[in-house]
């Protein structure tokens, strides 16, 4: 059993930058493909960075391409997602999810994806 666990979330200006993490206790996070999705309110839940488990190969939705950064840090235990310049349409609760199989990684198909955290409240003022 993977559980996850998300942390960081909280209310921010548009302009702002903020800090997410997601952690499992006592595994290396980079056996897994991580993602991090959210959900506006309303909205679907959507993609929006993912990480490739070994290479470290990263991904991302467009609109957040070059404000976002993903990563695994502390000795791979904890997955982060760095976001500057928030705007208030990255308003959602944001989950970490892990793939824990190999094959073709369909990034933003949710089924692919074995383990899910709780979320964590991000909202942005205008």
């Known amino acids: 059993q993977v559980r996850l666990v998300e942390s960081g979330g909280t209310l921010v200006q548009a302009g702002d930058s903020l800090t997410l993490s997601c952690t499992e206790s006592?595994?290396?996070?980079?056996?897994?493909?991580m993602a991090w999705f959210r959900q506006a309110p309303e909205k679907e839940r959507e993609f929006v960075s993912g990480i490739a488990r070994f290479s470290g190969t990263t991904y991302y939705k467009d609109s957040v391409k070059g404000r976002f950064t993903i990563s695994r840090v502390n000795a791979e235990k904890t997955l982060t997602l760095q976001m500057n310049s928030l705007k208030p349409e990255d308003t959602g609760v944001y989950y970490c999810?892990?793939?824990?199989?190999?094959?073709?990684?369909?990034?933003?198909?949710?089924?692919?994806?074995?383990?899910w955290g709780q979320g964590t409240q991000v909202t942005v003022s205008s």
């Open positions: 006592g595994r290396l996070l980079s056996v897994y493909n």
């Open positions: 999810a892990a793939r824990t199989g190999g094959g073709n990684w369909d990034l933003d198909n949710e089924k692919q994806y074995d383990f």
